[in-house]
T-cell receptor, first 112, second 117 residues
Framework: SQQGEEDPQALSIQEGENATMNCSYK?????LQWYRQNSGRGLVHLIL?????REKHSGRLRVTLDTSKKSSSLLITASRAADTASYFC????????????FGKGTTLSVSS | GAVVSQHPSWVICKSGTSVKIECRSL??????MFWYRQFPKQSLMLMAT?????????EQGVEKDKFLINHASLTLSTLTVTSAHPEDSSFYIC?????????????FGSGTRLTVV
């Protein structure tokens, strides 16, 4: 099962530009997490935002959470070619166990 | 800290054979591990939740007799793909839950690329 949708599915930008990815989810949550995956590799945890937080920053990352709309966004500022990867939001469905359920992901391509 | 080691990183096997994938928590005890499957250009799909000392819980549509999960210790969970077929070719990733930032976080193995020929 998947929690929801991410958009865009694919995003191509130039180095230095900002990249914004959106995620929607379906159930009540305690927190929402963003992960990065380089092609054919494992996942790297980027940032966690709790349900009582509206915005969180970590370096060039900015995450927002709107629980009324069941949506979140990830902003990467001043993107670099090394940011090229797939990005997934993930939540735990409070009613169904403790596993992370992932969105469909956004594939980001940053060209130099 | 909180590292999960997954092996092998890739494997090629013949149709009809079985393949075992291991995930070990190196510096913590993992009472619960999760197994995901990821097809090319798609997201991770949860296959099953593995609990130490008890039977795994499989997601709807996942054949428990085909994907055998064993979690016999607090540091090791294994996924065995039995009688593999080409359609089982995929990227398999394990994950364990850890405490992070005062809440639960998750750490992932580096994945296993399975190709069945």
């Amino acid at each position: 099962s998947q929690q929801g949708e991410e958009d865009p599915q694919a995003l191509s930008i130039q180095e230095g530009e900002n990249a914004t990815m959106n995620c929607s989810y379906k159930t009540s949550i305690n927190n929402l997490q963003w992960y990065r995956q380089n092609s054919g590799r494992g996942l790297v945890h980027l940032i966690l935002i709790r349900s009582n937080e509206r915005e969180k920053h970590s370096g060039r990352l900015r995450v927002t959470l709107d629980t009324s709309k069941k949506s979140s966004s990830l902003l990467i500022t001043a993107s670099r070619a090394a940011d090229t990867a797939s990005y997934f939001c993930a939540t735990v469905n409070n009613q169904a166990g403790t596993a992370l359920i992932f969105g469909k992901g956004t594939t980001l391509s940053v060209s130099s | 800290g909180a590292v999960v080691s997954q092996h092998p990183s890739w494997v090629i096997c013949k149709s009809g054979t079985s393949v075992k994938i291991e995930c070990r928590s190196l510096d913590f005890q993992a009472t619960t591990m999760f197994w995901y499957r990821q097809f090319p250009k798609q997201s991770l799909m949860l296959m099953a939740t593995s609990n130490e000392g008890s039977k795994a819980t499989y997601e709807q549509g996942v054949e428990k007799d085909k994907f055998l999960i064993n979690h016999a210790s607090l540091t090791l969970s294994t996924l065995t793909v039995t009688s593999a077929h080409p359609e089982d070719s995929s990227f398999y990733i394990c994950s364990a839950r850890v405490i992070r930032e005062g809440s639960y976080g998750y750490t992932f193995g580096s994945g296993t690329r399975l190709t069945v020929v």
